[in-house]
């Protein structure tokens, strides 16, 4: 192979590789952060019962269930329910799309202390 084509190859391929990489971090700076959460359903509570985000973030959490089957649900205006069974975890996604302060809960109705069981997303 010719020693310029090979030159030229690499160049290109790091320029290709730089401009990915700003176009990475200029889509993250219009839509917000990654923001990974670990969530535990025990003993009838979420840990930690409390996350904060802030608009346009990407909230990624990964949702465990302890000790028995508990449910991550929250309504509108994100509408979602994950249910794990007991030590399972699920990975799930969403955008934080909508300011506001929204009540995560389980709602699965196994035990009637499922129904107590909340916590609380406040997106700023």
């Given at each position: 192979?010719?020693?310029?084509?090979?030159?030229?190859?690499?160049?290109?391929?790091?320029?290709?590789a730089?401009?990915?990489?700003?176009?990475?971090?200029?889509?993250?700076?219009?839509?917000?952060?990654?923001?990974?959460?670990v969530?535990?359903?025990?003993?009838?509570?979420?840990?930690?019962?409390?996350?904060?985000v802030?608009?346009?973030?990407?909230?990624?959490l990964?949702?465990?269930?302890?000790?028995?089957?508990?449910?991550?649900?929250?309504d509108?205006?994100?509408?979602?329910?994950?249910?794990?069974?007991?030590?399972?975890?699920?990975?799930f996604e969403?955008?934080?799309?909508?300011?506001?302060r929204?009540?995560?809960?389980?709602?699965?109705?196994?035990?009637?202390?499922c129904?107590?069981?909340?916590?609380?997303?406040?997106v700023?």
């Amino acid at each position: 192979m010719n020693r310029k084509v090979a030159t030229a190859g690499v160049v290109i391929a790091v320029a290709l590789a730089g401009a990915w990489a700003a176009g990475a971090r200029e889509a993250t700076k219009r839509h917000g952060q990654i923001r990974e959460f670990v969530i535990v359903g025990d003993d009838f509570a979420f840990s930690p019962g409390r996350i904060e985000v802030q608009k346009d973030d990407l909230v990624q959490l990964k949702f465990t269930a302890k000790d028995i089957a508990h449910s991550f649900t929250i309504d509108a205006p994100y509408r979602i329910s994950k249910r794990a069974s007991t030590g399972q975890t699920v990975v799930f996604e969403f955008r934080a799309d909508e300011t506001g302060r929204f009540t995560f809960y389980c709602n699965l109705t196994q035990d009637d202390r499922c129904k107590k069981m909340k916590g609380e997303l406040i997106v700023r």
